[in-house]
């Protein structure tokens, strides 16, 4: 089984930055890919982005423009979300994702992140 932390989350106002930070534990030698989606109320997650955590590619949503960017460290367990040029539109709660090739498999519980205007 493979656990999952996130944190960094907070409020933020509009055109700051965040940092998420996501700590794997338990069979992580397992894994093949970490990311993240976000969630706000009433809405469906949506994917953010991910990374291959054996050589780090990533790969974002369209939507990002360029905004976000993900990166690890696998000593740590650890995969980071940073998130630029923040805007009111990006209030969600954020959750950390774990899996294999072709599937997220864990989840972490979320943390929240407020932009405010």
């Known amino acids: 089984q493979v656990q999952l932390v996130e944190s960094g989350g907070g409020l933020v106002q509009a055109g700051g930055s965040l940092r998420l930070s996501c700590v794997a534990s338990?069979?992580?030698?397992?894994?093949?890919?970490m990311g993240w989606f976000r969630q706000a109320p009433g809405k469906e997650r949506e994917f953010v982005g991910s990374i291959i955590l054996s050589g780090g590619r990533t790969v974002y949503a369209d939507s990002l423009k360029g905004r976000f960017t993900i990166s690890r460290d696998n000593a740590k367990n650890t995969v980071y979300l940073q998130m630029n040029s923040l805007r009111p539109e990006d209030t969600a709660v954020y959750y950390c994702?774990?899996?294999?090739?072709?599937?997220?498999?864990?989840w972490g519980q979320g943390t929240q992140v407020t932009v405010s205007s």
């Open positions: 338990g069979r992580t030698v397992s894994l093949y890919t």
């Open positions: 994702a774990a899996g294999d090739y072709v599937s997220f498999n864990y």
